[in-house]
């Protein structure tokens, strides 16, 4: 699913933070001294769907997955918390962990077949799971009491000690309403935010950092379930009533619709969704009948007036300039430390009835830099694919020093030391440079995850150590001027600099680029001759996939000759050239363009 | 009940999804995005069926036509409101404003008709078929015949004329489309304005036999949903293929076991699916390059 990416920290408006902190002000403001017994059990509602949709939040609007069983998750909330707490008497301290855990605990099991699933295929899957939940609850009357539910939930109460209706219970909703976003803020406003939207952006530019899918997804759909659950449980003890419409496909689509209209990544959006779809049915009451019918009306008018949400909105309408001084570059030590062989044997890779790769042999040097050419379709691109782990070979072996490769994921690959630049630049548009830079070099430190978010300390200082990493890495491609601008906006001439840095930022053993010097003019690609002279210096490894000869010629060491998926020549530049072999081959299709 | 018995019900029952799922995917298609409104338009068609027989004294088959031209006026006024608008925006954005198209469908549907169950006339009065114990009612037939001839001409109209060809050619590349001077807005709202016919039949041909109420097209849009992953996202013929396998399953299932047996199962049939053939029962043509 193609979600529009947060837009750049850069050009963020009022703070988010400073907009849900004032928000929630503003309501305790209101329940304290001018909501009536009604209105108080309107604003709890309205917090148990809030708690929702922050959670929802993670799946959708972080991981970018349209899950649509977080309907089910909060049915399942609110019916531990009915069935323990109308049948059997329990006491809400346990209950509430409860009603978060078995929740959780269904996510966590079926998260790793269905989050492998390509988006649609995962959106009908969770709207499978929450149907069946619906008819098992339906069907298991005993517990459940069927169609019709169960009555009686008991409000909030510790050892015996009852939790007043009202303003109490209203006052403990919004308080864990509180909780969870706080919670929320700091999984996601940090790197670990900017990674995910990175992840939903473009995947492909994720992996080329490092950055799997599955653990930042499953991290976000058990985040979703668990608060699900905690929303679910809060609700049955403020109706006190349980039934099976807790767990129809509407709670979902309310929830979505929150979410949407709110804004799907900004905290302050989970709470102004959840307080304007719970009001508005309010508000259109005197339009009796046709109430639900304005609703849809209304919502369909919000869709389409507010692209990011309300959040969103308001947010750009008090629009200011970046907080904070940049800060001056740290120098980062190339190392080179896992600067190793990669030694290939007989790679082959079969499309259909096409092999693209026959059994090549390559062999990179430490601080060498290979010029691998060949006709169009000759299996260049294939062969840097199969190397970075985005495309699985057929046969063969790689490894990379003592390591063996085959059958990494193209993340795992990036980790052991393989970076990677695109013939079309791999570069999420929102993102500056120095964001995606920073999120290279804190994910090569280990510090992208979801509870490194949450326990971790010091974040903000952190970020900055990365962000002056960053400036120092970005300043070597000479892009520091434009360190602060949208990957998107950049020309083709300052892409490849972004893809050499971000490399770079990952400290890795050795670097792909796929024709790095295409559309570049005769200045720029000195400069990415020298780049790529002082990169191999520090003993880094560097395979260049180029058509450019004028350029690749003099840049590289050595040059492999790849035609119909075959190595037919290999050795220095000036040998490659005069070799009958390969003159063959460019004059078979092509001039050499030499 | 004989086997066969069930084989010609479920298929029946099967004909009428395939007309949901067809309109589903002919939208897929032309914009990339989920019309989750589908199913009202189905509910809308049979109660345009039910109104318009209110107040006509004809035979079914001679509203047919006439339920199907008034539905695809609403499928042009679905593109305009819940569609361009949000074109350049993500997909998720028209899965919500499809969404409420259809809160707004249900409930104009719910104030004009109330909530009782509303029945179409039948399509045409005849006996049943009989061939010994095997008995096809003429609405069964009806149903199974016309979804025969709609699929067909649509697909006719797409392989065979201008016209399809224009559509399909928006389908895959609307950019390029474009570039070929391919009236691609006109496309969209035609491919709209088709499958909210399909729809009006299907919910004619259904409201005769099951009822029609306000909230008929939620269960309706989520078997449509399931028919075209099992077929192979984006497949016209393999919707029709996966409407058939859905309503055949739901068939058998519920008169071996129970209706909600039935439903249930067929969920948990999609989470194997899915496990298994994680790109759906037929595949589909995806990958990216790097």
Redesign the interface.
């Known amino acids: 699913?193609?979600?529009?990416a947060a837009p750049p920290r850069t050009r963020r408006g009022l703070g988010d933070g400073a907009l849900w902190a004032l928000l929630l002000l503003g309501l305790a403001l209101y329940a304290g001294t001018l909501a009536s017994p009604y209105g108080l059990r309107v604003l709890a509602l309205a917090g148990c769907q809030a708690l929702l949709v922050l959670g929802y939040q993670f799946i959708?609007g972080h991981a970018g997955a349209?899950s649509l069983a977080q309907g089910a998750f909060f049915g399942l909330g609110a019916y531990v918390t009915a069935i323990l707490g109308a049948r059997y008497h329990w006491d809400f301290a346990a209950t509430f962990p409860l009603s978060i855990l078995v929740p959780l605990g269904l996510a966590a099991i079926v998260a790793v077949?269905?989050l492998?699933?390509?988006s649609?295929?995962f959106a009908?899957?969770t709207?499978?799971?929450a149907?069946?939940a619906l008819?098992?609850v339906?069907?298991a009357d005993d517990w459940t009491g069927g169609a019709l539910g169960l009555t009686g939930v008991p409000g909030i109460a510790v050892r015996g000690e009852a939790l007043p209706r009202g303003l109490p219970l209203a006052a403990a909703v919004w308080s864990a309403v509180a909780a969870g976003a706080w919670l929320s803020w700091r999984v996601t406003r940090g790197l670990t935010g900017t990674a995910y939207a990175v992840l939903r952006s473009d995947p492909?530019a994720a992996s080329a950092i490092g950055l799997g899918q599955s653990r930042l997804r499953f991290a976000a759909f058990l985040s979703s379930a668990a608060y699900a659950g905690a929303a679910g449980a809060l609700q049955a003890h403020t109706v006190g009533v349980v039934s099976s419409e807790t767990l129809e496909?509407s709670v979902m689509?309310t929830c979505?619709?929150m979410t949407?209209i709110g804004g799907s990544t900004r905290i302050a959006g989970a709470l102004l969704g959840a307080l304007l779809l719970t009001y508005l049915p309010e508000w259109l009451r005197f339009l009796q009948?046709?109430a639900?019918?304005a609703?849809?009306?209304a919502?369909?008018a919000m869709?389409?007036l507010t692209?990011d949400g309300i959040a969103g909105l308001i947010g750009r309408a008090f629009a200011r300039g970046r907080q904070g001084a940049r800060p001056p570059p740290t120098p980062v030590r190339l190392q080179g430390s896992r600067s190793a062989t990669l030694e290939a044997r007989s790679l082959t890779k079969r499309f259909g009835g096409v092999l693209a790769l026959d059994g090549v042999d390559l062999v990179i040097e430490p601080g060498q830099i290979l010029g691998l050419i060949g006709p169009n379709g000759s299996g260049k691109?294939t062969l840097?694919?199969v190397i970075s782990g985005?495309?699985s070979p057929d046969d063969g072996v790689m490894r990379l020093g003592p390591r063996g490769l085959r059958g990494l994921g193209a993340d795992k690959i990036a980790r052991a030391g393989i970076a990677r630049g695109?013939?079309t630049p791999?570069l999420p548009p929102s993102l500056s440079a120095l964001e995606l830079v920073a999120l290279a070099r804190a994910r090569a430190a280990g510090e992208i995850g979801f509870f490194a978010a949450v326990v971790g300390r010091d974040a903000g200082k952190r970020r900055r150590r990365f962000e002056a990493e960053a400036l120092d890495l970005l300043g070597r491609v000479g892009l520091s001027g434009e360190a602060e601008r949208a990957c998107g906006t950049l020309p083709p001439g300052l892409a490849w600099r972004v893809e050499v840095a971000r490399a770079l930022a990952l400290d890795p053993g050795l670097i792909i680029l796929d024709e790095p010097a295409a559309g570049l003019g005769e200045r720029e690609q000195a400069e990415l001759r020298a780049a790529l002279r002082d990169i191999a210096g520090h003993g880094i490894a560097l395979l260049v996939i180029e058509h450019n000869m004028p350029f690749l010629l003099p840049t590289a060491h050595r040059i492999v000759v790849l035609d119909q998926g075959r190595v037919i020549a290999k050795g220095k530049p000036a040998e490659v050239v005069r070799d009958p072999a390969v003159i063959a081959a460019y004059l078979g299709r092509e001039k050499l363009p030499a | 009940m004989s086997l066969l018995q069930l084989v010609l019900n479920g298929m029946a029952l099967g004909a009428a999804y395939a007309l949901v799922a067809l309109g589903f995917v002919l939208v897929l298609n032309a914009t990339g995005a989920v019309n989750f409104a589908q199913g009202d338009l189905v509910m809308a068609g049979g109660y345009t069926s039910a109104a318009l027989a209110a107040a006509l004294p004809l035979p079914g088959l001679a509203l047919l036509p006439v339920v199907i031209g008034a539905m695809a006026l609403l499928g042009l006024l679905v593109a305009g409101l819940a569609y361009f608008p949000l074109m350049r925006r993500p997909a998720t954005a028209v899965f919500v404003s499809t969404i409420a198209i259809g809160l707004v469908l249900q409930n104009a549907a719910l104030n004009l008709f109330g909530p009782e169950p509303r029945t179409a006339p039948p399509v045409w009065d005849s006996e049943p078929l009989r061939w010994g114990a095997v008995t096809l009612s003429s609405q069964a037939l009806a149903v199974i015949g016309i979804a025969a001839v709609l699929v067909s001409g649509q697909a006719w109209l797409l392989a065979r004329t201008r016209l399809g060809r224009n559509l399909r050619a928006t389908a895959q590349d609307r950019d390029m489309a474009a570039a070929l001077g391919i009236p691609v807005t006109a496309m969209i709202a035609l491919s709209f304005a088709l499958a909210a016919a399909l729809a009006g039949a299907a919910g004619a041909l259904l409201a005769n036999q099951f009822f029609v109420t306000p909230t008929t097209g939620g269960a309706l849009i989520l078997k449509a949903y399931i028919a075209v992953v099992i077929g192979g996202w984006g497949s016209l013929a393999g919707a029709v293929v996966g409407a058939l396998l859905v309503g055949l399953f739901e068939t058998v299932v519920a008169a071996a076991v129970s209706y909600t047996a039935a439903s249930a199962l067929l969920y948990a049939a999609l989470l194997v699916i899915l496990l298994l053939r994680p790109q759906g029962l037929f595949g589909e043509a995806a990958g990216r390059r790097a």
């Open positions: 699913m193609t979600l529009a959708f349209l077949p269905v492998r699933l390509a649609h295929y009908l899957a709207l499978g799971l149907q069946v008819l098992l339906v069907n492909i496909f689509v979505l619709a949407v009948g046709y639900l019918l609703y849809g009306v919502l369909l869709i389409i692209p691109t840097a694919n985005l495309v695109f013939q791999a």
